[in-house]
Nanobody
């Protein structure tokens, strides 16, 4: 099983980026999957999650109205559209899942998360916001 993020980079405040997480070795269709981020010197935190059941989405408060999570099961890929990026958003962004549950549990989008909480992570994509 492999998860690989792409789409990170440097963007000015107010700009946009679209992250992709491509999954191989496992069919994503039946499971929830989330995006997480870790700023320098801080713990990893849940950002957003999309479940499998009815494609419900969840967001941490600081990104609501600015970020949009989506999935393309045919491509086994999950996306995170990030708009109006600002100073709270820089960090390494990871996609993660347990490939067990079809629904999002709160640690996907509410508070900090330990690496051990989920068995499958991508290597991460760096997002930098700077003028």
């Amino acid at each position: 099983v492999q998860l690989v993020e792409s789409g990170g980079g440097l963007v000015q405040p107010g700009g946009s980026l679209r992250l992709s997480c491509e999954v191989s070795g496992f069919t994503l269709d039946y499971y929830a999957i989330g995006w997480f981020r870790q700023a320098s010197g801080k713990e990893r935190e849940g950002v957003s999650c999309i479940n499998r059941i009815n494609v419900s989405t969840y967001y941490t408060d600081s990104v609501k109205g600015r970020f949009t999570i989506s999935r393309d099961n045919a491509k086994n890929t999950v996306y995170l559209q990030m708009d109006r990026l600002n100073s709270v958003d820089p960090g390494i962004y990871y996609c993660g899942t347990d490939f067990q549950r079809p629904w999002c549990t709160p640690h996907y989008y509410n508070g900090t998360v330990a690496v051990a909480d989920l068995p499958f992570w991508g290597p991460g994509a760096q997002v930098t916001v700077s003028s």
